[in-house]
C-alpha cells in the first residue's frame, strides 16, 4: 500500500463536505416552523469563509415568519410543559443519541460554514450531545422547590417553566452554543424559537431536523422547536419585542445585548445575555512557565480567537516579560494556517470578509498608539478566503484600544506588569469582565488574584476546562445570568411561593 500523502485527509474531508452540504446548495435553506419547511420571499447568500464563495442561499425571516414561530412555540408550550420529567429526561437523550451518529456530519458541515478548523469542531457536536445529556438529567428535578414552614404556614416553592423562549446565537461554535441554551430550555420545560447566526447558520438546521424528528416521533406538538433564519435587525429584533416570548437567551456582542434589552423593555423580557469578553491571562514569573506558555497559545489561537473565553490579554510580569514574549513569538510563527477541513490545520479562515478587515485594523492602531507588532498583523495565504496571520503584539500599554477592545480574532495583546497590585489594576480596568487565567506557584497569590479580579470565571493554573454543573458567564459588560448546573433554569423558570395555613393562625375580623 502506498504512503498516504499528507493532503489526502484534506481531499477526503472535502469529499465528505460536498456531500452533506449538497442539500443545503441544492435549494433555498428554509425556517422550520411547527415541523414545516417554510421559505420568505427573501434569501441571502451565505458564504464559505476559506474563499468567500457562496455556500448556498438563506431563507430571510421577517416579522410575519417570527410571529408564526411564535405562537407555534406558545401553543407547543400548553403540552410540552406539563410532560414529566421522566419523559422529557428520555427525549433529551435520544436527541443526544442522533447528535452523537451525526457527529462527523455537524463537523464537517460546521468547520466549512464557519472557518473553525475540523480540529476543533470535530468535538462541537459531542459537545453539543453532552449538554443535551446534562440537562436531559435534570429534567425530573426541575420544578422541585424549597420547603420553608413557619409556626402557621407551610411554605414550599415549584419552578415551572416560564414561557416560550427566545435563542439568540452567534457565528463562532454556533452548534455546541445553541445546544448550551436550548437543552436546559427544553428540559426546564420551555418551548424554542431559535434565530442562528446569518453568517454561520447551517448545523442550525440539523439540530432542528433532529430535535423535530424526536418530538414529533413522540407524537408530541410539532412547535416545541422551531428555527427562523435571518438578520439580526429584522429576525432577531422581532423575536425580541414578540409579546408571546417570555424571555431572550442571548449570545454575542454587548453593544447587541443593549439592544436587546432595549427592544425586550416594552413587553418586560427576560433576558440572559453571555457578551463579549477581553479576558486577562496573569503569568507571574514563579509560575510553570512550560505549561503557562501552552496555555497562553491555546487559549487565543485555538478556534481562530473567536472564541469569548478567549484570553486576549497577557499580563506578564516584568521579570520574565521579554524571555516569555519572545518564545510566544516563537511558538506564535509556527501555528499552520490553512483551510479548515485539513486536520493539519490549527488556524482557519476568518468568518467574514468584514471580520478579518476589523481584525486587521487593530495592527494599524497597535503602532499608531506605540506598541510593537511583534508578528503576524496581515493576511496569510493570499488568496479569496479570510485568512489572517496569527498576531502577538507586544509593549503595549492597557488604555490602548488592542487591549480595551474585544477583538475577536487571534491576535493577542502582551503587557507587562511589575506586581500583584498592578496586575489586578490592569486587569480590572476594562468594560468586560467575563473570564480570566491566573499562573502562579504562590497559593496564596493565586486565590488573592482570583478574588481580586473583577470576572465571572477564573481558572488557575489550567486553560478554559468547562464542567457542565459549575455557573459560566460574565459580569460588567461580559453578561447578565449564569449557564450551566442549575443555575440556567433560574432563565427558564419561575418560582411560585405556596403557603399553606396550618389553622395556628387566623385573619383579624373585619366589618364586624
Ligand atoms: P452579534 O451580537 O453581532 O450577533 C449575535 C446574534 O445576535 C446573531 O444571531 C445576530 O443576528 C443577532 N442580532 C444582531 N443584532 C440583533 C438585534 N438588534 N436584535 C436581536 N438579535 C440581533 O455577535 P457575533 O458577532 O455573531 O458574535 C461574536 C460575539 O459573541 C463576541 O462579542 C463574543 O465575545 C460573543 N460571544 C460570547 C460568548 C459568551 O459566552 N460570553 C460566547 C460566544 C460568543
Not at 51 to 56: G, R
Not at 158 to 164: A, D, N, S, Y
Not at 188 to 215: D, R, Y
Request: net charge neutral; proline share 5%.
Amino acid at each position: 500500500m502506498n504512503k498516504p500523502l499528507p493532503n489526502n485527509a484534506l481531499t477526503d474531508n472535502l469529499r465528505k463536505a460536498q456531500q452533506h452540504l449538497a442539500r443545503f446548495k441544492s435549494a433555498v435553506v428554509a425556517h422550520r416552523i411547527a415541523g414545516e419547511n417554510v421559505l420568505s420571499q427573501d434569501a441571502f447568500d451565505n458564504f464559505d469563509p476559506s474563499d468567500n464563495s457562496v455556500l448556498c442561499r438563506v431563507s430571510s425571516g421577517t416579522p410575519a415568519d417570527v410571529d408564526r414561530a411564535a405562537r407555534a412555540a406558545e401553543e407547543a408550550f400548553k403540552v410540552w410543559k406539563d410532560v414529566p420529567g421522566e419523559k422529557r429526561r428520555a427525549l433529551l437523550h435520544t436527541i443526544a443519541n442522533k447528535i452523537e451518529a451525526r457527529a462527523d456530519e455537524i463537523a464537517l458541515v460546521e468547520s466549512t460554514d464557519s472557518g473553525q478548523a475540523i480540529r476543533y469542531m470535530s468535538k462541537a457536536a459531542l459537545r453539543g450531545a453532552e449538554n443535551f445529556r446534562f440537562y436531559a438529567d435534570k429534567g425530573p428535578e426541575a420544578s422541585d422547590g424549597l420547603s420553608m414552614p413557619t409556626q402557621t404556614h407551610l411554605n414550599y416553592t415549584v419552578r415551572q417553566p416560564i414561557g416560550p423562549v427566545g435563542v439568540i446565537t452567534p457565528w463562532n461554535t454556533p452548534f455546541m452554543l445553541s445546544t448550551w441554551k436550548i437543552a436546559p430550555a427544553l428540559a426546564a420545560g420551555c418551548t424554542i424559537v431559535h434565530k442562528p447566526a446569518e453568517w454561520s447558520p447551517l448545523s442550525a438546521v440539523i439540530l432542528s431536523e433532529i430535535m423535530s424528528e424526536v418530538f414529533e416521533g413522540a407524537g408530541l406538538p410539532k412547535g416545541i422547536v422551531n428555527l427562523v433564519h435571518g438578520f439580526g435587525e429584522s429576525a432577531g429584533k422581532a423575536l425580541t419585542e414578540h409579546p408571546a416570548i417570555k424571555a431572550i437567551a442571548f449570545v454575542g456582542e454587548s453593544i447587541t445585548g443593549s439592544h436587546i434589552m432595549a427592544q425586550g423593555a416594552p413587553t418586560l423580557k427576560r433576558v440572559h445575555f453571555e457578551l463579549g469578553g477581553k479576558n486577562p491571562v496573569f503569568v507571574f514569573d514563579d509560575a510553570d512557565l512550560d505549561r503557562a506558555l501552552d496555555a497562553v497559545l491555546f487559549m487565543i489561537y485555538s478556534l481562530n480567537g473567536q472564541r469569548c473565553t478567549s484570553s486576549s490579554r497577557a499580563l506578564v510580569q516584568r521579570s520574565i516579560y521579554d524571555k516569555f514574549t519572545a518564545e510566544l513569538k516563537a511558538r506564535v510563527e509556527k501555528i499552520k494556517v490553512g483551510h479548515p477541513l485539513d486536520p493539519a490545520t490549527e488556524l482557519g479562515p476568518l468568518i467574514h470578509p468584514r471580520h478579518a478587515e476589523k481584525v486587521l485594523s487593530y495592527s494599524q492602531h497597535a503602532r499608531q498608539e506605540g506598541a510593537q507588532v511583534a508578528t503576524g498583523g496581515v493576511r496569510a495565504l493570499e488568496g479569496k478566503g479570510n485568512f489572517v496571520c496569527p498576531t502577538l503584539f507586544t509593549d503595549a500599554k492597557n488604555s490602548m484600544r488592542i487591549a480595551q477592545e474585544e477583538i475577536f480574532g487571534p491576535v493577542l495583546t502582551a503587557i507587562p506588569f511589575e506586581d500583584e497590585a498592578d496586575a489586578l489594576r490592569i486587569a480590572n480596568d476594562v468594560r468586560y469582565g467575563l473570564a480570566a487565567y491566573i499562573w502562579t506557584g504562590n497559593v496564596g497569590r493565586a486565590h488573592r488574584v482570583a478574588q481580586g479580579v473583577e470576572a465571572g470565571m477564573v481558572w488557575i493554573n489550567s486553560e478554559n476546562v468547562r464542567h457542565l454543573p459549575t455557573p459560566f458567564g460574565g459580569v460588567k459588560s461580559s453578561g447578565i445570568g449564569r449557564d450551566g448546573g442549575d443555575y440556567a433554569f433560574e432563565i427558564y423558570m419561575e418560582q411560585k411561593n405556596i403557603a399553606v395555613g396550618l389553622d395556628r393562625h387566623r385573619a383579624p375580623k373585619i366589618g364586624v
